[in-house]
């Protein structure tokens, strides 16, 4: 049986941060009378990011965790509650965000296929108005976030729950996305087909289920 629907992961894969998180939690540093490089914080944000993602659920209290680990000592103690609201709306505004290079082009490709295509991010309900901010939410059928859900990515449970509400089986689906374990394993493992996003290719995704970009991607398809 064939893919009928394609499911896209957010962060990472469909979406990056404008112009880097670390230059983001920069720029909003600097407003509460701290400071550090945006290099240093991209790269404490990733290793906090990694330690935390794949066992709690990517609510608030989730990500106050993340920016503590972060930030470190780079915000003045009295001002982290205030530092935090403040980055916290700015993640949630559409101008943080930038679409992937080749997305809608891709995208386009498989609906003249005729396949849906729905997002399935580990993410939390600020999701819901980046996508209607950078005006693509008509692009998708469902937006599946697993704050709302309540179970993460590579669990089955949440790949189960778009299979129920889709009311597909997992041979009809497709999963998307950049993250080895969450997205291209977790799909794997739950029976559906899967694609790995991402430049550099792992030695556990064959070549087949490989697209370094949406670009490749879309020649793919072409070909």
Same mark, same amino acid.
């Given at each position: #049986?064939?893919?009928?629907?394609l499911t896209v992961d957010a962060a990472g894969t469909l979406l990056r941060p404008h112009p880097s998180v670390g230059a983001i939690y920069a720029e909003? $540093?600097?407003l509460h009378g701290g400071h550090a490089e945006p290099s240093y914080l991209?790269?404490?944000? +990733?290793?906090?990011?990694?330690?935390? !993602?794949?066992?709690?659920?990517?609510?608030?209290?989730?990500? #106050?965790?993340v920016v503590r680990r972060t930030i470190g000592d780079a915000c003045p103690f009295n001002r982290f509650e205030s530092f935090f609201e403040d980055l916290w709306n700015t993640f949630a505004e559409g101008?943080?965000?930038?679409? +992937? !290079? *080749?997305?809608?082009?891709?995208?386009?490709?498989?609906?003249?296929?005729?396949?849906?295509? !729905?997002?399935l991010s580990n993410n939390d309900g600020r999701l819901h108005k980046v996508l209607c901010d950078l005006g693509i939410r008509k692009w998708?059928?469902?937006?599946f976030i697993s704050e709302e859900i309540g179970t993460l990515k590579p669990s089955a449970e949440i790949f189960r729950?778009?299979?129920?509400t889709l009311?597909?089986?997992?041979?009809?689906? #497709?999963?998307?996305?950049? !993250?080895?374990? +969450?997205?291209? $394993? *977790? +799909?794997?493992?739950a029976g559906w087909q899967s694609k790995f996003l991402r430049r550099d290719?792992?030695?556990?995704?064959?070549?087949?289920?490989?697209?370094?970009d949406w670009k490749y991607a879309l020649k793919c398809l072409n070909s």
């Open positions: #049986m064939s893919v009928t629907h909003v $540093l600097e991209e790269a404490r944000f +990733a290793n906090a990011f990694r330690k935390l !993602s794949i066992k709690k659920n990517m609510d608030k209290i989730f990500w #106050m965790e101008r943080r965000w930038s679409i +992937a !290079s *080749g997305v809608e082009e891709t995208l386009d490709e498989f609906r003249k296929k005729g396949l849906g295509i !729905s997002v998708f059928h469902k937006v729950h778009v299979e129920r009311n597909y089986k997992p041979v009809e689906l #497709m999963h998307i996305g950049d !993250s080895l374990e +969450a997205d291209y $394993l *977790g +799909a794997i493992r290719k792992p030695r556990r995704v064959p070549r087949k289920d490989w697209w370094p």
